[in-house]
């Protein structure tokens, strides 16, 4: 059964700290993805990644960076968390496939920010 | 980029009744469609996904219907039963040279069946 892991469900973190989300998938994918989701909004990309040491800019980029040293793992970092970083963040891996591929989610992980 | 629009924002049916959740999307080149469900606690999942070349797709409750020319698609659900409760997802997919299968997802429909 193919699965995407996520380091935590729930997590509470200060402003101004700096917050590493790990995703881990284990279905050989080349693609990985972080998203977060807020109500209304739907899912909006932050970032991804089509090989190690790739990565792109998503729709919403700014006060993140992400890390994919290995195929499996890939990190968002909030280098200094905000009060409006409080959201849920969803990682997704799907194969390399430009016409576009099923995505494979974790369950997220809900960041609260203080 | 594509945007894509989704409608309803939230859908309220009776158990038995068919829901069907509207997408619209901006990038003609947009060739990839799917749907993902998501339930409380969970990361959305796949149900269905429709490619360009077919214009409807079914399976068992479910199915999708794409108009390529009004550049819409739609998911339809019928004989709705309560653990169809969920959020629904729209997204497409282009083909663009930098998009690398990316997915540009709609805002999600919240489903409630009522017994």
């Known amino acids: 059964d193919v699965k995407v892991t996520q380091s935590s469900r729930y997590l509470v973190k200060r402003t101004g700290e700096k917050v590493f989300l790990e995703c881990v998938q284990d279905m050989d994918h080349e693609n990985m993805f972080w998203y977060r989701q807020d109500p209304g909004l739907g899912l909006r990309l932050i970032y991804f990644s089509y090989d190690v040491k790739m990565k792109e800019k998503g729709d919403i980029p700014e006060g993140y960076s992400v890390s994919r040293e290995k195929k499996e793992r890939f990190s968002l970092i909030l280098e200094s968390a905000s009060t409006n970083q409080t959201s849920m963040y969803l990682c997704?891996?799907?194969?390399?496939?430009?016409?576009?591929?099923?995505?494979?989610f974790g369950p997220g992980t809900r960041l609260t920010v203080t | 980029g594509e945007n894509v629009e989704q409608h309803p924002s939230t859908l309220s049916v009776q158990e038995g009744d068919s829901a069907v959740i509207k997408c619209t999307y901006s990038?003609?080149?947009?060739?990839?469609f799917p749907w993902y469900k998501q339930e409380l606690g969970k990361g959305p999942q796949l149900i269905i996904d429709i490619r360009s070349n077919v214009g409807e797709k079914k399976d068992q409750r479910i199915a999708v219907t794409l108009n390529k020319t009004a550049k819409h698609f739609s998911l339809h659900i019928t004989e709705t039963q309560p653990e169809d409760s969920a959020v629904y997802f729209c997204?497409?997919?282009?083909?663009?040279?930098?998009?690398?299968?990316?997915?540009?997802f709609g805002a999600g429909t919240q489903v409630v069946v009522t017994p």
């Open positions: 997204a497409a997919s282009s083909p663009s040279t930098d998009s690398w299968g990316k997915l540009q």
């Open positions: 990038d003609s080149a947009s060739n990839y």
């Open positions: 997704a891996s799907s194969p390399l496939d430009p016409t576009g591929d099923e995505q494979y």
